[in-house]
């Protein structure tokens, strides 16, 4: 490894950023896994930049071309009101990406933390806690996800715009539902390594509780849940998409890639490129997720050589 | 010689009456149902500077004393007092400045590092804990601890994967050393390496112990290894004490039966010479329901049937000389 040609000086002088650079050359030997991020990095800059990169009001309503095929003016043509294609995909890019990630995200920091202190501490902390996973996890998601999206429907978070705010209620109930995953699978993980003696180790250097979650348990414990939370990007965008489908998602006129999909079930057979667009996003979506995971699960994993 | 001065010398570590049952549970409510004495009114004391052997045979308790030492499990009775006070009555805080002071060495070398943490950093880790000194210093005293150990700098960077069994266990007892501690539970640290790196590793704790001053418990079950590195040496059977003494004792003239028998069976060197050999029969009793009486009365050759009634004490028969036997005079 290029690590052990350094000579003594220079590695003295080296602290926490090699890391990240060891890290980021090895991610970068994953081909798919690049190409991957590459694609999240144009869907999230067309996410920030949609309103100067859209040549439409997504919003706005023209009955005259509605259903028009794509032309010159229309990239990807206009939809049952009349609306650019193209804009709402851009815009949608905004919701669709922020409730994927920002759901993923907090629900496996929650579902790491839960599931290590679970496993860790066993006993009466163990047995609640997996009792409560085991309950939740026997409730049908969906009709239960409907259930809370409609109770919250009416809900706004003041000072958020009317989209946002609906996307955070929306995210915020994913989340309730999201964690119970990683909860187990860290869990799991953390029972094999507590027994392990460089935690009995760190146990007689006088670590922590938290310290030795946080510097043994879950470094350790890793590498499955990154594949879960990458798994978990796709299944969101479908998720709320379905929920979107059935009418409790984020609704209309606001755009997300689940409505936008919804939206053009009669016009399938016609106008295919109106489902085609907003799917190929979605399947790119998860599909870059899922490659990125493999590249930083490998990338991570100190004992694989690159 | 060294023996002598060192007998003289005062305790460091008290060990009295110490027990740990583990409970053995079963059924649908968890209830206990049975207890494995693994460990069963223990008592002796480590010296200032010594190593103290402590001998037996696979599951007969030796290191659940050394954890129980450390408080990674906790004892059921009994105490442990560390330069007079009893360690197994204090809270967590309390304890915390005394993990400086007592230290442990593994046995595996391959489980006893974190495989996602660089070996500098689990060398420094106890002293980022302790925050002791700056990030800087933290990493000098570790690069110094590893070059004790006979790795260099570069080393400090890399991952435990990258490393050979010995120069793991090296590592470990980097780590431990990093802390300045007084006192070393070695569990086993040479058990699982081959023969030539044994020796390797041995003479670096010979080494860093008068370097240090450094007073270890030394669990092992390979006699010679412990011959070679004890002054004192105690042999366990079934989580007792059967017998404590120095080494030369032990070795020339051990008084307990089962002592007699486990040195009997230290393979000779010379193909000519013939000795005799004690070969016990059966198996050791299972500790969740041991023999009474003396624990090792089924397998004794020359067990009486005061025996299997009464259990013998823990008594010092000759200067110095500690046996559990009610025929050892």
């Known amino acids: 490894m290029a690590i ?3 000579d003594s000086e220079t590695l003295s002088t080296i602290k926490e950023e090699s890391w990240f650079v060891i890290v980021g050359r090895r991610f970068i030997r994953h081909k798919l896994a690049v190409v991957g991020m590459v694609i999240i990095l144009i869907f999230i800059l067309t996410a920030i930049f949609a309103n100067v990169l859209a040549p439409f009001d997504p919003y706005k309503q023209n009955l005259a071309p509605s259903y028009s095929n794509p032309s010159g003016e229309h990239l990807l043509g206009t939809d049952e009101l009349g609306r650019d294609v193209f804009s709402r995909l851009l815009y949608a890019a905004r919701i669709s990406m922020f409730v994927t990630v920002f759901v993923n995200f907090v629900a496996e920091t929650i579902g790491v933390f839960v599931g290590a202190i679970s496993g860790y501490f066993g006993k009466w902390v163990d047995a609640v806690i997996q009792r409560v996973v085991e309950f939740l996890l026997t409730l ?3 009709p239960l996800l409907l259930f809370f999206s409609a109770m919250l429907r009416g809900m706004t978070i003041p000072g958020l715009p009317d989209e946002w705010s609906k996307a955070i209620i929306i995210s915020l109930v994913l989340i309730a539902f999201g964690w119970l995953g990683s909860t187990r699978l860290v869990r ?24 030795i979650i946080t510097n043994h348990m879950i470094p350790n414990s890793l590498a499955p849940v990154i594949v ?13 998409a379905a929920l979107s489908f059935l009418g409790f998602g984020i609704t209309p006129p606001v755009p997300t890639w689940g409505n936008m999909l919804q939206n053009v079930q009669e016009r399938m057979w ?21 490659y990125i995971g493999d590249g930083l699960r490998d990338a991570l994993d100190p004992r694989l050589k690159l | 010689m060294n023996t002598m001065d060192k007998q003289s010398k005062p305790d460091l570590l008290v060990v009295d009456n110490l027990v740990k049952y583990f409970p053995v549970r079963s059924g649908l409510l968890q209830r206990v149902n049975a ?3 693994a460990v069963d009114k223990v008592s002796f004391a480590v010296k200032k500077g010594e190593t103290l052997g402590l001998v037996g045979e696979s599951g007969c308790g030796k290191t659940t004393v050394g954890r129980t030492l450390l408080r990674l499990v906790e004892p059921t009775s009994g105490s442990v007092s560390f330069e007079g006070k009893d360690i197994l009555k204090m809270g967590s805080r309390e304890l915390k400045p005394l993990r400086r002071d007592m230290q442990i060495i593994f046995q595996d070398p391959y489980a006893s590092l974190n495989p996602r943490m660089p070996i500098g950093e689990s060398v420094m880790e106890g002293l980022h804990i302790h925050k002791i000194g700056q990030p800087k210093e933290r990493w000098e005293i570790a690069i110094n601890m590893l070059k004790k150990v006979g790795l260099e700098e570069y080393h400090a960077r890399r991952y435990p994967h990258e490393f050979s069994g010995g120069q793991r266990q090296r590592i470990g007892i980097a ?24 020796s390797q590793v041995l003479n670096i704790l010979k080494d860093l112990q008068s370097e240090f001053g450094l007073t270890y418990l030394f669990i092992a079950h390979n006699l010679s290894v412990v011959e070679h590195i004890s002054d004192r040496v105690a042999v366990m059977y079934l989580g007792k004490m059967v017998e404590l003494t120095d080494r030369e004792s032990l070795y020339r003239e051990p008084l307990h039966p089962y002592t007699k028998a486990l040195l009997s069976a230290i393979p000779v060197a010379h193909p000519g010479q013939t000795k005799e050999r004690t070969i016990l029969k059966g198996d050791v009793p299972s500790p969740l329901n041991p023999p009474t009486g003396c624990r090792f009365h089924t397998r004794c050759p020359i067990a009486v049937s005061q025996c299997s009634q009464e259990e013998p004490q823990f008594k010092e028969v000759r200067p110095g000389h500690f046996v559990a036997c009610w025929l050892a005079e």
Do not use: H
Not at chain 2, 175 to 198: G, T, Y
């Open chain 1, 270 to 290: 016609q106008q295919p490129w109106l489902a085609f667009y907003p799917g190929l996003c979605i399947f790119l979506t998860s599909l870059s997720f899922n």
């Open chain 1, 228 to 240: 879960n939370l990458t798994l978990g990007l796709g299944g969101t965008i479908v998720l709320e």
């Open chain 1, 188 to 211: 799991g993980m953390v029972l094999s390594l507590r027994e392990q003696e460089f935690v009995q180790a760190a146990r007689a250097l006088g670590a922590s509780d938290w310290k």
């Open chain 2, 175 to 198: 780590r431990a050393l990093a802390m300045n501690p007084k006192f070393i539970v070695c569990d086993e640290p040479v058990s699982a390496l081959d023969v030539s790196i044994q």
């Open chain 1, 4 to 6: 052990a040609q350094l």
């Open chain 1, 140 to 142: 049908p998601t969906l």
């Open chain 2, 35 to 37: 207890w494995v004495q």
